[in-house]
């Protein structure tokens, strides 16, 4: 994964939650991936996302460690799911938005984790104040 596209993922997360924070964006871990006929350790960048309050089955502190190989897998769905996606994201990774990232946080954790970000209206108001 790109690391721009990561870091505007973590962008989304810190600034839109409402039930779980990004712990650590930077630890790099060993992992087991089972490949046909063999098992490979690699180490890679592991998202670690916490719950700061509880959410449904989830209790206050539950944790998640989501490894970067599991996120491509989530982008690389997601880009065949949603062609505008696929578009968008080619162009620069500014372009990912925070419901991208929620369905990306799903399907990289299987379904397990519903971030549910927040983002907030931009408020307009109906008449200019100095009129």
């Known amino acids: 994964m790109r690391n721009t596209l990561y870091r505007q993922m973590v962008f989304?997360?810190?600034?839109?939650?409402?039930w779980i924070e990004v712990v650590d964006d930077n630890l790099y871990k060993e992992h087991i991936i089972v490949r046909h006929d063999?098992?490979?350790?690699?180490?890679?960048?592991?998202?670690?996302?916490?719950?700061?309050?509880?959410?449904?089955?989830?209790?206050?502190?539950?944790?998640?460690?989501?490894?970067?190989?599991e996120l491509d897998k989530a982008l690389a769905i997601y880009r065949k799911q949603d062609r505008s996606f696929s578009r968008?994201?080619?162009?620069?990774?500014?372009?990912?938005?925070?419901?991208?990232?929620?369905?990306?946080?799903?399907?990289?954790?299987?379904?397990?984790v519903r971030l549910n970000l927040v983002v907030p209206a931009a408020h307009i108001p109906e008449k200019p104040y100095y009129l």
């Open 88 to 112: 968008r994201i080619k162009k620069a990774a500014m372009y990912l938005s925070s419901g991208d990232t929620e369905v990306i946080i799903r399907l990289a954790t299987h379904g397990i």
């Open 12 to 18: 989304w997360i810190d600034a839109h939650r409402t």
């Open 38 to 69: 063999r098992t490979d350790y690699i180490v890679s960048r592991t998202l670690v996302l916490r719950a700061f309050k509880e959410n449904g089955a989830y209790a206050k502190g539950t944790t998640w460690t989501i490894p970067e190989h």
